[in-house]
Every structure is written in C-alpha cells, then in structure tokens.
C-alpha cells in the first residue's frame, strides 16, 4: 500500500476543509450536488469522447493503482544479472537456459528480461537484441503515456466545466432576480462548481499524472539498466565489473546503493565491531 498517496490527498482535502471552518464557515454549505454533477460528469463526458473504450475502462483501476505501492526489482535485478554473468563465463552461454527455467517456476522472472536472456543463448548479436528490447520499452511507453494523458485531460477539462458552472449559476441568478431565495441557490452553483472544478484538478488529477510519470520513469531506468546488464553477459563482461557498471541504477534505492559503495575494507571493519 502506498500509504504516502493516501496521506497526500488526505492532507489537500483536510487542508481546504479545515481551512475554511475555522473561521466559522460550514462545511455542508461546500457540498452540492448539482455542481459536482456539472463538474465531474461533465469532465467525464469529455475524457470519454477523447480516448477509446479499450482506455477508459482502465481508468477506475488505474486511479486505484496509484495507492499501491510497484514492488521495487532493482536490485533483485542487478543480483540475478550478475549470477548469470558469473554463469556464463563459468559454463558458456548455454547454461543460462537453465537457470531461466528454474526461476521460471518459481514464477518471479521478469518477462523482459527473460526475454533478453533467450536471445542471447539463442546467439543474437548486440543490435538485434537492444532493438528488441527498446521496442519493448517504447510500446510501454506509449500505452504509458496514454494513461497519463487521461489524468492530465481530466486536468484539464475539470476547470473548464467548473466555469461553465459558474456561468450558468449566473445565468439563474439573471433569470431569478425577483426571488431572493432562488437567486441564493444559484450563486452557490456559480462559485461552487468552480470551486470543485480547481480541486479536482489540483488535488486529484495533476498529481495522479505526476505519480504516474514518475513510475514511468523508474520503469525506464529500470528496463535499460537491464539492457545494460544483458549486453555485458553478451560481452563476456567480468561479474564484478558488470555489478559496478549496473551499480549507479541503485539511485532509486538508497539504501542498497549506501551498501554497494561501501568497500570491502568497511564491511570487515562492521563484522570486527
């Protein structure tokens, strides 16, 4: 669970509710449902016309998505890279082939780079295997990027729709002024919608896309920090070398980097202490 995500809206929300009462102001008189209508449907109608089915009926799980934390395979990634290297220059390429197998069963292997591992026992050269491998990344890239556009369009058109909510309150309050009553209710339309227009934005769809994108960007550091490793096996790389190139990707992690850089010199100083 991603616990921080939780907290972050619960902080926006709490922050604007808080906020407004404490200077007396009614928290009821902030929810009306005729302007979340008006905002949220409205914004919805847009984003469907926008994206195709196949799209938007990931959009509920990919919102739900966003307070799960991804498990991190970093430096499961560089350790397993660094045991088939070791492998490799042990028993020939070959024996990598058996090593998948058996991780497969276990069903914990990463597709990706299974997939670079076989090309390289089947023989590939280093052209056809980075091609492949950042076709792969690309496509998930752009169903990626899809994705992330929704939450940026909803973003977008959440504002949009709350001033048009805000004209059309206007526009009662226009048609109503010899009822003071109807003209109240309208005016609270009018400020409300935008109101809910900028929160959905702000507070939801802006940083749901950001977080996305930051994922996005783990999964490309990730991905081509493999690519990196399976080039080296390909190579023949020394493991020792082939860990200390893959090293600088434990950026993402910095506790296992804080390992990494420390020597063997300080590791035997720890087990003396």
């Not at 670079?116 to 280093?126: I, R």
């Not at 990707?249 to 010199?265: C, D, F, M, V, W």
Request: net charge neutral.
């Amino acid at each position: 669970m991603d616990f921080i995500s939780i907290i972050g809206i619960l902080v926006a929300f709490g922050a604007l509710v808080f906020g407004y009462s404490i200077d007396g102001g009614s928290v009821l008189a902030l929810w009306l449902l005729s302007a979340f209508i008006i905002v949220a449907g409205g914004s919805l109608g847009s984003v469907l016309t926008s994206y195709g089915f196949k799209q938007i009926k990931r959009f509920p799980a990919l919102f739900l998505s966003l307070f799960i934390q991804p498990k991190s395979s970093i430096v499961k990634s560089i350790d397993f890279l660094v045991r088939l290297s070791e492998s490799a220059r042990r028993d020939g390429i070959l024996s990598l082939e058996k090593i998948i197998e058996a991780e497969e069963k276990k069903e914990t292997l990463d597709p990706f780079l299974k997939s670079g591992v076989m090309m390289v026992v089947d023989g590939a050269d280093l052209e056809q295997i980075k091609s492949f491998l950042e076709t792969d990344i690309s496509v998930y890239e752009q169903k990626a990027s899809i994705e992330i556009g929704m939450f940026n369009s909803m973003a977008a058109y959440a504002p949009a729709y709350g001033m048009i909510g805000t004209i059309m309150g206007l526009i009662q309050v226009l048609a109503n002024m010899e009822s003071p009553e109807t003209m109240a209710a309208a005016i609270s339309v009018a400020f409300i919608t935008t109101l809910y227009g900028v929160v959905i934005a702000n507070a939801l769809c802006i940083p749901a896309a950001s977080k996305l994108k930051l994922r996005l960007d783990y999964y490309q550091t990730e991905k081509e920090m493999i690519i990196e490793g399976i080039c080296g096996i390909r190579n023949g790389d020394n493991p020792k070398i082939l860990r200390e190139r893959l090293s600088p990707y434990l950026i993402h992690e910095p506790s296992a980097a804080k390992r990494t850089q420390k020597g063997p010199a300080d590791n035997g100083k720890d087990k003396k202490k």
